[in-house]
């Protein structure tokens, strides 16, 4: 045998793996399947298909731009192999900060109101991802422990600055500017995450920000062994994570004109299954952007879906639970190689 | 089964495409300059705790030689070799490069020097694709307007992988394929290939066939063969005797952290090796301490 065989044989990859199974395989043709089947069922049961109207839409659209934030958050610290569960109370946090700055700006005109409120949240977001980050690489905490502990700390934050009550008194102007604004009929909030998320998109597949992200995540010691500077990237990620967060408190309270402190604990973890339903890896190494979009729209579809046919709420908190499940099992069969070759005889 | 020859034996391209000159792929002459040497060691040791794991070991590592590094378990190879690619510092002793004495921090330093090394767990990353895995580290970026976002230049990563494969005769697939998805004895050939091509002067490997098996592994040591003929000098720490002596020029036997035995291959058998790892007659660095 010479040295020109060496990958002749071996390959545990079919190489005639054709495209239709690639796509049946992949969680992300399947979720996004799911989403337009319920949007079909939605649209038919709904009187006079209010679920596709034009101002239902828009709601759709306006739930979706906190949680594609957060999921952007939550899929760039997974893909590099770490957990932030503190990212709901971090928004709470970065709101009640940008409420309070938009009441003590208010004299000032509305510009300097949106600003200054938006530069608080973010710079907020920014110093407990920042805390976040340290925490996890200089103290050497699993980061899933860490960010318990600052969901806890950060929550305890936000109620002593707020005085133990929500935000409220926050200029109209800027729901009026902003949080319901929209741009050609799209929610302006939902624009700004939508355009987060293509730079996410372009950041994790094209440059080299990506690259090490997914490194780092997929094997620590391979990305170490490489020459980068892990410790400092994780640093990065969590503060990216958390100026994110930032961003979606700011968004938050601009919608309502006021905080919802007790409304965003859960958000985290729904972020969480928003990007593993679309096929974002726990284990790191492997983040689909696509797939989390699919993810979000899904959980907003299924919430918003329920109550436009009269049907609770609630019940989306079980079908993304089984959905989660679900997607997660299938993940876990298709990578086991022996399993699929099973199947296939 | 000798894989030992030529290149051109073997049927096997030359590493053109390497960052090296002409002079660094000839046969070493015996006057013997700096550049003629990966590195040269003298009177290396380490002690951790009470346990003295190197004693006063000189090596020299030639362009264009393999050199085997047996011993038994504890012996003291992995962490000679450890001190030769920066993640030991030595107590005592030196390491010249070109001539020059060198301090190593960290395996990245060893890579500046220009001795890349291939870890017996590889330390690949699974779910990046060969392409991305040759580059981690080294990624190549556009230029012009898109300079200051970091994006790569796949393209070009992709043509100067695909020389670097060609030049150790590896065929894959394709460079876009997850490192997961490839066999044992492909992973390694990755590994060995991504070491060579940021590498100017030597590699050190690791128990490069531990997890392969026997048609693989030869597989991977008539790439080390052709790597080492390329110009490169290659030190390969193995349990495999037979395979290794088999494509090595030269071979060390360590024994208690002390060199038991530093002989060209000439007509060295497993036999010798073997004696000189348990320490039979003539091959005890204490009986020669002791004759003395």
């Keep these: ?345 | 089964m000798a894989f030992r020859g030529t290149a051109d034996q073997l049927g096997i391209v030359r590493n053109e495409g390497k960052n090296m000159d002409a002079s660094q792929t000839e046969v070493a002459s015996p006057l013997r300059s700096p550049s003629d040497y990966v590195f040269r060691a003298e009177g290396l040791s380490k002690t951790f705790g009470h346990v003295k794991a190197i004693r006063d070991v000189s090596i020299e590592l030639r362009r264009g030689e393999v050199l085997a590094l047996f011993g038994d378990n504890g012996a003291g190879k992995s962490t000679l070799t450890k001190m030769l690619c920066g993640v030991y510092s030595p107590d005592t002793g030196s390491i010249e490069i070109d001539g020059q004495s060198i301090t190593m921090k960290s395996t990245r330093d060893a890579e500046d020097h220009g001795i890349t090394v291939v870890h017996q767990d590889l330390a690949l990353a699974p779910d990046l694709t060969v392409l991305e895995n040759m580059f981690l580290g080294h990624e190549m970026m556009h230029g012009g307007i898109l300079k200051p976002f970091g994006f790569l230049s796949r393209l070009e990563m992709a043509q100067k992988t695909e020389k670097a494969l060609q030049s150790l005769s590896i065929r894959l697939p394709s460079l876009s394929l997850s490192v997961k998805d490839l066999s044992g004895g492909q992973r390694q050939a990755v590994a060995v290939a991504r070491a060579n091509m940021w590498s100017r002067s030597g590699i050190l490997m690791d128990e490069p066939t531990a997890a392969l098996g026997t048609i693989q592994s030869d597989i991977v040591c008539q790439l080390i063969r052709t790597t080492a003929d390329a110009g490169a000098g290659v030190m390969i720490i193995s349990h495999d005797i037979p395979r290794i002596l088999d494509i090595a020029d030269r071979v060390i036997v360590l024994r208690h952290g002390e060199v038991a035995l530093d002989e060209p291959i000439g007509s060295l058998t497993r036999s010798d090796v073997v004696a000189a790892m348990v320490g039979l007659a003539g091959h005890d660095p204490e009986d020669k301490e002791d004759n003395k």
């Design chain 1, 1 to 345: 045998m010479t040295a020109d065989t060496i990958g002749a044989g071996g390959l545990a990859l079919p190489a005639s793996e054709s495209r239709l199974h690639k796509i049946l395989t992949n969680n992300t043709f399947w979720i996004f399947a799911i989403d337009v089947l319920l949007i079909i069922l939605f649209t038919s049961i709904s009187i006079n298909h209010t679920f596709i109207s034009g101002t239902n839409l828009q709601n759709l659209m306006s739930d979706s731009g906190e949680g594609l934030l957060l999921g952007i958050a939550i899929a760039f610290l997974l893909g590099s192999g770490e957990f932030d569960i503190s990212l709901g109370a971090n928004l709470i946090l970065s709101s009640v900060v940008a409420g309070l700055i938009a009441i003590a700006l208010a004299p000032f005109g509305i510009g300097i109101v949106i600003i200054g409120s938006l530069v608080g949240a973010i710079i907020t977001g920014l110093i407990v991802g920042l805390v976040n980050g340290l925490i996890v690489t200089r103290l050497n905490v699993n980061s899933l422990i860490a960010t318990l502990a600052m969901l806890g700390i950060v929550t305890g934050v936000a109620y002593i600055v707020s005085g133990g009550t929500d935000v409220t008194g926050v200029p109209v102007a800027l729901q009026d500017d902003f949080g319901i604004k929209t741009v050609l009929g799209i929610p302006l909030p939902f624009v700004i995450a939508i355009l987060a998320w293509a730079i996410a998109f372009v950041a994790l597949r094209f440059s080299r920000f990506g690259l090490h992200l997914l490194a780092m995540g997929s094997s620590r010691p391979a990305a170490e062994r490489a020459g980068l500077n892990t410790n400092r990237k994780l640093v990065t990620l969590f503060m990216i994570a958390g100026g994110l967060a930032g961003i979606a408190g700011f968004i938050d309270i601009t919608r309502f004109a006021a905080t919802n402190i007790a409304g965003h604990t859960q958000d985290s973890l729904s972020a969480i299954t928003a990007a593993v339903i679309g096929g974002t890896l726990l284990a790191g190494g492997i983040v689909s952007m696509v797939g989390l979009l699919g993810g979000v729209i899904l959980a907003v579809i299924l919430a918003n879906g329920l109550v436009v046919i009269g049907v609770s709420s609630y019940y989306q908190l079980i079908v993304v639970g089984v959905i989660l499940v679900i997607a997660v099992s299938v993940d876990q069969l298709r990578k086991s190689d022996s399993k699929v070759r099973l199947f296939s005889k």
